[in-house]
Nanobody
Framework: QVQLVESGGGLVQPGGSLRLSCSAS?????MAWYRQAPGQQRELVAQ???????NYADSVKGRFTISRDNAEHTVYLQMNSLEPEDTALYYC??????????WGQGTQVTVSS
């Protein structure tokens, strides 16, 4: 079992930026960010391997950047040029070296004028 602590959400205007953080209690293999808007299914936003290989949803490519600090067991999501459509509850997800999946509580991102 891996404990996760998420932070960085908030209210921003369109075109603004936010940086989400997710810290794990121990070293983990795969790390990812998901999001879920009201009435929508949960969507994979970005993912990163232990070796820093990344993938992004087409809707955020070029605007969001996922990164990680393996020494601190922390994954980040830098979100630039935010749009109202980015409004959602953002969840951190990690997979341990024992192939167990853990989820964060979620942090709210709201983009509105």
């Amino acid at each position: 079992q891996v404990q996760l602590v998420e932070s960085g959400g908030g209210l921003v205007q369109p075109g603004g930026s936010l940086r989400l953080s997710c810290s794990a209690s121990t070293t983990v293999n795969h790390m990812a960010w998901y999001r879920q808007a009201p009435g929508q299914q949960r969507e994979l936003v970005a993912q990163i391997t232990y070796g820093h290989k990344t993938n992004y949803a087409d809707s955020v490519k070029g605007r969001f950047t996922i990164s990680r600090d393996n020494a601190e067991h922390t994954v980040y999501l830098q979100m630039n040029s935010l749009e109202p459509e980015d409004t959602a509850l953002y969840y951190c997800s990690v997979v341990s070296w024992g192939s167990r999946t853990s989820w964060g509580q979620g942090t709210q991102v709201t983009v509105s004028s």
